[in-house]
Every structure is written in structure tokens, then in C-alpha cells.
């Protein structure tokens, strides 16, 4: 049973004026944050070096006050060009956070030059986990790579799966685990496809091949 983020329904293509702006310098997540029109308190923030340049970047994911019964995510990063000096290089999609606990943003962190996002679903019985990784790659930001976990505890024997792609070439790990069983590895291709930073989502299956 796959779980699908009811978020991925409402998907939303607004531009927002404060994407364009990319021209803009800020002198921290703070001032980029005030800068958001319905910007609420809610927040995540990493920081790392995304371009090579050994300079801390910032990854950030913000949360919007209520706008017609609706709260949104959106990612954006920016670029430290010197000290106190942050431009934004790219935006996701503005995204409508799903409700009754079905999804959440649950982590983000910035590692060896990429983004690295976890979306957590759930349903009574099934648990999934599913981090996207995004990098600036050949000059474009793009996902490069994913893994979806997903637990299902209310199967006996308990069943946990892994799948892991790398979206540049095309291959996937695929793990299985029986309650305490040795896992089972299982070795696919697909064809690679360009998913881009600007177009994601925050939906677990967002850049994921039908498999």
C-alpha cells in the first residue's frame, strides 16, 4: 500500500512576488522570512554550502498564515555571496499543507552540497517516510535523488521497505524486511527522467518512477 499526501491534490501554480525578486540581497533568514507576504512564525532553516564556494548557504521551508482555510510550505534557497549577503537562487511551489495528520514536514538538513527534505505520511496502519534529495547539478537545481521508507505494522509478519533511487542514473536499491528477517535486496532500472527543485511539491512521491 502506497501512502499518498493528500497535499498533492491542491497543487497550486502561484507566483508570488516575492520569487521574483531574486535580484535582492538579504542579510539573514530572518529578513528573507519578513519579507514573504503571510509569512507566519513557523519556520525551518538549514545551513550548509550548496555551490562549492565553502560559504554556508541556506535552505529554508516557510509557512504561511491561513489564506482561504489553507496554510502553504515553500522552499527556498538562498546564496550567501559574502557576509550578511543572501540572494535567492530558486523557489519551490507554493504547497497546501495536507491536515487530520495524514503529512508533515518532518526534516531538513544540508550535507555534501545538497538539500536533503523529509516528508512524513501516515495512515492507521502504514508509516512512510520520504526524503528528496536536491542539488545544483550541471547549473540547475534538480532532485537527484529520493528514498521512500514504508512500515506496515499492522501486516503479520510486520513488513518494512526501502527504495532508494538515484535519479541521474536510473537504478534502485529495493529492500524488504520480514518483522526481523534478513532483508531481501532486489536490483531495478528506470528511465531517468528531470525533475526540478521549482517544481516541487513536498508530495512523497514527487520524482518517484512507477516501479
Known amino acids: 500500500m502506497k501512502l499518498i ?13 516575492f520569487t521574483l525578486a531574486s535580484s535582492k540581497n538579504y542579510k539573514n533568514a530572518e529578513e ?16 550548509g554550502d550548496l555551490n562549492g564556494d565553502n560559504l554556508k ?3 529554508i521551508v516557510v509557512k504561511t498564515k491561513p489564506r482561504e482555510f489553507e ?14 549577503k543572501y540572494s535567492l537562487a530558486v523557489s519551490s511551489r507554493e504547497s497546501p499543507i495536507a491536515g487530520m495528520g495524514c503529512c508533515w514536514l518532518e526534516n531538513m538538513e544540508i ?18 517516510a520520504a526524503t528528496h534529495q536536491f542539488k545544483l547539478y550541471k547549473k540547475t537545481w534538480r ?9 506496515q505494522h499492522c501486516e503479520d509478519p510486520q513488513l518494512s521497505e526501502v527504495r532508494d533511487f538515484n535519479i541521474l542514473t536510473g537504478k534502485i536499491i529495493k529492500s524488504k524486511q520480514l518483522d526481523d528477517n534478513p532483508k531481501k535486496y532486489e536490483y531495478m532500472e528506470f528511465t531517468p527522467n528531470k525533475f526540478l527543485l521549482k517544481d516541487y511539491d513536498f508530495f512523497n512521491g514527487f520524482g518517484a518512477p512507477e516501479t
Not at 5 to 17: D, R
Not at 71 to 84: A, C, D, S
Open 5 to 17: 499526501c493528500a497535499a498533492s491534490i491542491f497543487i497550486l501554480t502561484v507566483m508570488c512576488n
Open 57 to 59: 548557504d541556506l535552505a
Open 143 to 151: 532532485l537527484i535523488g529520493l528514498k521512500i521508507f514504508n512500515y
Open 32 to 47: 528573507f522570512i519578513k519579507s514573504i507576504p503571510h509569512a507566519s512564525a513557523h519556520y525551518l532553516v538549514a545551513e
Open 71 to 84: 496554510r502553504y510550505n515553500q522552499l527556498h534557497v538562498l546564496i550567501l555571496e559574502k557576509p550578511g
Open 111 to 128: 550535507k555534501n552540497g545538497s538539500i536533503f527534505i523529509q516528508n512524513n505520511a501516515k495512515t492507521a496502519c502504514d508509516i512512510e
